[in-house]
């Protein structure tokens, strides 16, 4: 699945609860030149829209910067939200290149009736919830389907 995200570079000398006040969300980007990051902003209510079917260490996300000679894909490494209220606090970006191999976890999805606890009235205790997998950005999968029927 696709995902894009339209930001704008943070002003400086912008207070983060100023910006979540205004509806907008603090943005990391880093790996785009070298070891340098740069400070942006979103909307909130695009990012809680991405929220619902993009995940941490997983997705892929367009970012789109005009204030930036820089357009391209980054991984969502990280979302930040408020311990008890739930409001998004800072999201951080990765950007990453075509060439370069990442390591994600995936999600392992269980399909199926075991032979076991079917007919057996045997237990299903699933172990690995999620594989740790390397490859290029553009194939990390959204879930890896394990079929128990057999």
Excluded at 124 to 150: G, K, M, T, W, Y
């Amino acid at each position: 699945m696709e995902f894009t995200l339209d930001c704008k570079t943070r002003p400086d000398g912008s207070k983060a609860n100023a910006l979540r006040r205004e509806g907008l969300i603090p943005v990391s980007l880093y790996g785009h030149n070298g070891a340098e990051s740069v400070a942006l902003t979103v909307d909130a209510k695009t990012v809680e829209t991405l929220l619902r079917s993009a995940s941490v260490n997983n997705s892929l996300v367009q970012v789109n910067v005009p204030d930036l000679p820089w357009n391209g894909k980054a991984m969502l490494r990280e979302v930040q939200k408020h311990p008890w209220k739930g409001y998004l606090y800072h999201i951080s970006l990765f950007s990453v290149g075509s060439q370069v191999s990442l390591e994600a976890d995936v999600p392992v999805h269980v399909v199926g009736e075991a032979p076991g606890v079917k007919t057996g009235g045997g237990a299903l205790d699933v172990i690995l919830s999620q594989l740790h997998v390397r490859c290029a950005p553009e194939r990390i999968p959204e879930f890896i389907e394990v079929d128990i029927s057999n």
